[in-house]
């Protein structure tokens, strides 16, 4: 199981799980808070933003490259230490987009490292929402450009408060130093960029090619629906291809077959939809299927039959009816 990163301090409301029922609005959903959750992060006032004091960074000085950090240098500041170690010159990062950043974070006064992505190998994907990440990172990199790296020390006012975070060896009087990798950031309009490949097969739905973070148009034949599960290139990015045990995020959408009514979607909707494959396995399972082994920066036709989508059971009070077959387009933005 893939383990849970120690920043997050609950899940973004902004968050949109597939309930398989409404109008073809997004819907929110929300978990319980993570262990590791910051209660400073909806009650303190946004913190002064000062260059330092910051730990010099003593090897993988490079972007990409797994740091290594030493100790703080005497006593932190009380304030927001943010310190831009190399320039990026990509898009600007605001407050509520999604993030993929590779990170390094290490206690202040021992150096100890609690947390890192590199080792994973898979780069955190995370948005920049109050509640959805500690303070620190939600104010330190707002303005910051993707393609650079950022080193920031967090106080406990804006990290994991007077509790800490036992389950890390985080004293509530820690302040943690933080190298992060901004690689690239999403907001509500973004959309895959892959290659367009040419949709030949009358049977199957077409799916438009914008974009634009605007919904694509989707034609579905009068024609009945195909049996199996079909899961197809509308677009194909050059990204990695998703593994089963990856968390997705993405632009969506959901429709009936029969009639063509949209039932769910993020496109337009100013969020975006970010879900583990392992639990969507549990809800509508072709989708999931449907995913695994495409590359990230692509869109994705798929076309869920009622076995793989939710059969004789449909949501209540929605256009899914006993035995649906279910349509998705799914623009892969990025995975973790």
Not at 36 to 47: F, T, Y
Not at 212 to 235: F, I, M, N
Request: positive net charge; hydrophobic residues 35%; aromatic residues 6%.
């Amino acid at each position: 199981m893939r383990r849970r990163s120690l920043l997050l301090a609950a899940v973004p409301a902004g968050l949109v799980t597939l309930a398989g029922c409404g109008d073809g609005k997004s819907e929110s959903g929300k978990t319980g808070a993570s262990p590791s959750a910051s209660a400073s992060a909806s009650s303190a006032p946004p913190p002064k933003i000062v260059d330092g004091p910051l730990p010099a960074v003593t090897a993988g000085t490079k972007f990409g490259e797994k740091p290594t950090v030493a100790k703080g240098p005497g006593d932190p500041s009380k304030n927001l230490a943010v310190k831009t170690l190399i320039a990026g010159s990509g898009r600007t990062v605001a407050e509520n987009d999604f993030i993929q950043a590779n990170y390094l974070g290490q206690i202040w006064s021992t150096a100890k490292v609690f947390d890192n992505s590199y080792d994973r190998k898979r780069p955190l994907v995370i948005q920049l929402a109050q509640g959805g990440i500690i303070d620190g990172w939600r104010y330190g990199l707002a303005g910051k450009k993707t393609g650079s790296r950022v080193q920031i020390a967090v106080p406990p006012t804006w990290g994991y408060g007077t509790q800490g975070n036992a389950q890390a060896g985080i004293k509530g009087t820690d302040t943690l130093v933080f190298v992060i990798d901004l690689i690239d950031s999403f907001n509500s309009k973004s959309s895959a960029k892959g290659t367009p490949v040419p949709q030949h097969d009358a049977a199957l739905p077409k799916v438009a090619t914008n974009t634009d973070g605007q919904v694509p148009k989707v034609t579905v034949p009068k024609a009945g629906p195909p049996k199996k599960l079909v899961s197809e290139y509308v677009l194909e990015g050059d990204g990695p291809e998703l593994k089963a045990d990856q968390t997705v995020l993405c632009q969506f959408q959901g429709l009936v077959w029969d009639g063509g009514k949209t039932f769910q979607r993020t496109y337009g909707s100013g969020r975006l939809s970010q879900f583990s494959l392992e639990q969507m396995q549990q809800a509508v399972k072709g989708l999931a299927q449907g995913l695994t082994g495409k590359k990230v920066g692509s869109r994705v036709l798929i076309v869920v039959p009622p076995d793989l989508g939710y059969g004789g059971n449909p949501p209540s009070g929605g256009v899914i009816k006993k035995d649906s077959t279910l349509v998705f387009t799914v623009d892969i933005l990025a995975a973790m």
